[in-house]
């Protein structure tokens, strides 16, 4: 490198300023802006002077080592507006997202970690970690990145690039579904009182029904509730095979045990409760009632067509067929 004239005592000044300046952010145009001057000349000044030219690379050596330390690109750096009559120092916002003009950490084509100005919509630390608090809670990356106000893309492409976001929002997953997995099991736990809240409030008063209804229904309900007649049934089907017959009854009788033993579970969780007068005093953290409309005007869950004559107006159908419509489409498929 040629030989240069020596530097005056302003040039001096001015290049000590790059220089702190460049070992504050690591970009030699945003230092230059900052200071008020054009890069070119800065640029100029590194072509014929090799000393300032190693004091040059030496500040960006510095500027990244200490930018990756903090945390790599996105991170947030505070750099103090040096520019002439700049005022108080400008800091990158706490939103989720940059306003525009926030000083950033980014990474140049060359791997060098540098400050710049962010445009607007970048995501910020505060947004990475309100997708990470919410992931930690939902183990849902789309519902935590909605949270976030980010496509669930956008932290994807976090963690193939950025190590230690990936590892955070491995910790976090992990921690939502070991929360998930725990409630989970509590609540099916009878001890939990998790869905028991209807039966610490009074019954709502029966519909009106016929005595015909009432017959049908304690009918209908008489194996299930009595005799623990639940899918699939006891009795031996036309045409069945003997083992399939007997496998089936295996499973029932399995399924009744375990009917039995959540019962036992339950007397001895309803045992375990403090005592006290229910009716008079409330229970300390009881739930509220469930909201439940009058039964008798809830309409829509019959598919009996209203329109429809009835064959007995005293029979209740309950949405079920009759043999009479039954023989009238066999003979309409016949035909």
Same mark, same amino acid.
Not at 16 to 33: H, I, K, S, Y
Not at 35 to 57: E, I, N, P
Not at 283 to 303: H, I, N, R, Y
């Given at each position: /490198? #040629?030989?240069?004239?020596?530097?005056?005592?302003?040039?001096?000044?001015?290049?000590?300023?790059?220089?702190?300046?460049?070992?504050?952010?690591?970009?030699?145009?945003?230092?230059?802006?900052?200071?008020?001057? =054009?890069?070119?000349?800065?640029?100029?000044?590194?072509?014929?002077?090799?000393?300032?030219?190693?004091?040059?690379?030496?500040?960006?050596?510095?500027?990244?080592?200490?930018?990756? *330390? =903090?945390?790599? @690109?996105?991170?947030?750096?505070?750099? @103090?507006?040096?520019?002439?009559?700049?005022?108080?120092?400008?800091?990158?916002?706490?939103?989720?997202?940059?306003?525009?003009?926030?000083?950033?950490?980014?990474?140049?084509?060359?791997?060098?970690?540098?400050?710049?100005?962010?445009?607007?919509?970048?995501?910020?630390?505060?947004?990475?970690?309100?997708?990470?608090?919410?992931?930690?809670?939902?183990?849902?990356?789309?519902?935590?990145?909605?949270?976030?106000?980010? +496509?669930?893309?956008?932290?994807?492409?976090?963690?193939?690039?950025?190590?230690?976001?990936?590892?955070?929002?491995?910790?976090?997953?992990?921690?939502?579904?070991?929360?998930?997995?725990? !409630?989970?099991?509590?609540?099916a736990m009878p001890e939990s009182h998790e869905d028991d809240g209807w039966r610490h409030n009074d019954p709502p008063p029966?519909?009106?029904?016929?005595?015909?209804?009432?017959?049908?229904? &304690?009918? &209908?309900?008489?194996?299930?509730?009595?005799?623990?007649? *639940?899918?699939?049934?006891?009795?031996?089907?036309?045409? *069945?095979?003997?083992?399939?017959?007997?496998?089936?009854?295996?499973? /029932?009788?399995? !399924?009744?045990?375990?009917?039995?033993? *959540? $019962?036992?579970?339950?007397?001895? +969780?309803?045992?375990? %409760? #403090? @005592?006290?007068?229910? $009716?008079?005093?409330?229970?300390?953290?009881? #739930? %509220?009632?469930?909201?439940?409309? +009058? &039964?008798?005007?809830?309409?829509?869950?019959?598919?009996? $067509?209203?329109?429809?004559?009835?064959? $007995?107006?005293? &029979?209740a159908l309950f949405g079920g067929w009759r043999i009479g419509d039954w023989k009238k489409r066999k003979r309409a498929r016949e035909e």
């Amino acid at each position: /490198m #040629p030989r240069h004239r020596p530097f005056t005592r302003r040039q001096a000044l001015q290049n000590q300023a790059f220089v702190d300046a460049l070992a504050a952010t690591g970009n030699p145009r945003l230092a230059a802006r900052l200071l008020g001057v =054009h890069r070119s000349t800065y640029m100029k000044r590194r072509a014929k002077c090799a000393v300032f030219a190693q004091r040059w690379d030496a500040a960006l050596a510095a500027a990244h080592a200490r930018f990756h *330390e =903090h945390g790599g @690109p996105g991170s947030a750096e505070a750099c @103090p507006e040096r520019s002439r009559g700049a005022g108080p120092a400008r800091r990158t916002s706490a939103k989720l997202r940059t306003e525009g003009g926030e000083l950033v950490v980014g990474r140049t084509r060359g791997g060098r970690l540098q400050l710049r100005r962010a445009p607007a919509g970048w995501m910020t630390k505060a947004g990475e970690q309100t997708f990470l608090s919410a992931l930690s809670v939902t183990a849902n990356v789309r519902l935590s990145a909605a949270a976030a106000g980010f +496509a669930h893309s956008a932290f994807y492409a976090k963690r193939r690039t950025r190590k230690p976001f990936a590892r955070e929002m491995r910790l976090a997953l992990a921690m939502g579904f070991q929360g998930i997995e725990m !409630a989970s099991l509590a609540a099916a736990m009878p001890e939990s009182h998790e869905d028991d809240g209807w039966r610490h409030n009074d019954p709502p008063p029966i519909p009106p029904m016929t005595p015909n209804q009432a017959l049908q229904l &304690l009918c &209908l309900h008489e194996k299930s509730v009595r005799q623990s007649w *639940e899918r699939p049934h006891r009795r031996k089907r036309r045409g *069945e095979p003997w083992e399939t017959y007997t496998e089936r009854l295996a499973a /029932m009788w399995r !399924a009744e045990k375990a009917l039995e033993a *959540e $019962d036992e579970a339950l007397r001895r +969780a309803a045992c375990a %409760e #403090p @005592p006290g007068d229910w $009716d008079d005093e409330p229970v300390p953290g009881a #739930p %509220e009632p469930p909201p439940l409309p +009058a &039964l008798d005007q809830v309409t829509g869950w019959s598919k009996a $067509d209203p329109n429809k004559v009835p064959h $007995d107006p005293k &029979l209740a159908l309950f949405g079920g067929w009759r043999i009479g419509d039954w023989k009238k489409r066999k003979r309409a498929r016949e035909e």
